[in-house]
Nanobody, 128 residues
Framework: EVQLQASGGGLVRAGGSLRLSCVVSGFRFARYAVGWFRQAPGKEREGVSCIIPNDGTTSYRDSVKGRFTISTDNDRSTMYLQMDSLKPEDTGTYYC?????????????????????WGEGTQVTVSS
């Protein structure tokens, strides 16, 4: 059984930083794309970033480029999302995901194509 457990959310002021973590189990972590989605209140869920753990290929949505950094610790099957210079519009529930099909990471991964395992969300709130 594939399980994803996210942690690290919280309340922070605009301009601050948070680091999200997600431990993945029951999954071939290194080969397949993993990443993060988020959902703001009243809005659709959107892809934030993805990475291929065994080669470090990454992709980000435009609104977080230069502020967010995705990374992995392959020995621990863990992914991270370092979020700096946070803005109120970054507020939402953040979900870590693992793709059961895709072995590439690009902007195309930032849409749910129906091949994702989802973790429980972690709440990020950025106050102005």
């Amino acid at each position: 059984e594939v399980q994803l457990q996210a942690s690290g959310g919280g309340l922070v002021r605009a301009g601050g930083s948070l680091r999200l973590s997600c431990v993945v189990s029951g999954f071939r972590f290194a080969r397949y794309a993993v990443g993060w989605f988020r959902q703001a209140p009243g809005k659709e869920r959107e892809g934030v970033s993805c990475i291929i753990p065994n080669d470090g290929t990454t992709s980000y949505r435009d609104s977080v480029k230069g502020r967010f950094t995705i990374s992995t610790d392959n020995d621990r099957s863990t992914m991270y999302l370092q979020m700096d210079s946070l803005k109120p519009e970054d507020t939402g529930t953040y979900y870590c995901v693992a793709d059961k099909v895709w072995t590439t990471c690009s902007r195309a991964n930032l849409v749910d194509h129906g091949s994702l395992y989802w973790g429980e969300g972690t709440q990020v709130t950025v106050s102005s």
